[in-house]
């Protein structure tokens, strides 16, 4: 799935921005195009995979042509970024796993005070941690209101308080 893109310059004292329109609130920032390319492309999974847990259906890409042509992107670069498509594949796996007795006993009773079967429990525990290590390391922003995933700027930011000799 290839994600049309709108690439804002950086300078010497600003990082480049990227956005990806048709998923609303995801962009990125880098101190270098290559670092913001490769943070838009892992915002752009992170506001997939965060949809889907949501229920909410992702947006169908729109042209590149359609984006170079909205006024809000005028002097604008434009690219694409591709997404793997095995991130909309909900189909159910069968897994094998090995846990001592005594951990599954204690699984499957938190699963009984659940109301959840084994699976179920194991997936739901799976996407909270998901979330609450992605808020605790802030590799990205999940948004409770909106459900959108975007790289946290204050990385950037602190790098730059970091690195800038003033």
Not at 6 to 22: H, K, L, N, R, S
Not at 62 to 79: M, V
Not at 118 to 135: D, I, M, P, Q
Request: negative net charge.
């Amino acid at each position: 799935m290839r994600y049309p893109i709108a690439i804002e310059q950086g300078t010497e004292t600003t990082a480049f921005g990227v956005v990806v329109p048709d998923l609303p609130g995801c962009f990125s920032a880098g101190d270098t195009l290559d670092e913001a390319m490769t943070g838009a492309e892992e915002a752009a999974a992170a506001w997939v995979d965060a949809a889907l847990d949501a229920g909410q259906a992702v947006p169908v890409p729109t042209s590149l042509e359609a984006i170079r042509q909205n006024p809000d992107f005028a002097g604008w670069t434009f690219g694409v970024v591709t997404l793997d498509p095995s991130l909309l594949d909900d189909t159910t796996e069968r897994v094998n796993i090995t846990l001592p007795r005594r951990v599954l006993k204690r699984l499957d009773a938190l699963a009984r005070a659940a109301g959840e079967s084994r699976s179920g429990y194991v997936a739901h525990l799976t996407l909270e941690n998901t979330r609450e290590l992605a808020y605790r390391t802030g590799t990205f922003l999940l948004c409770k209101e909106t459900r959108h995933c975007s790289i946290e700027l204050a990385r950037v930011l602190r790098h730059r308080e970091m690195t800038d000799p003033e």
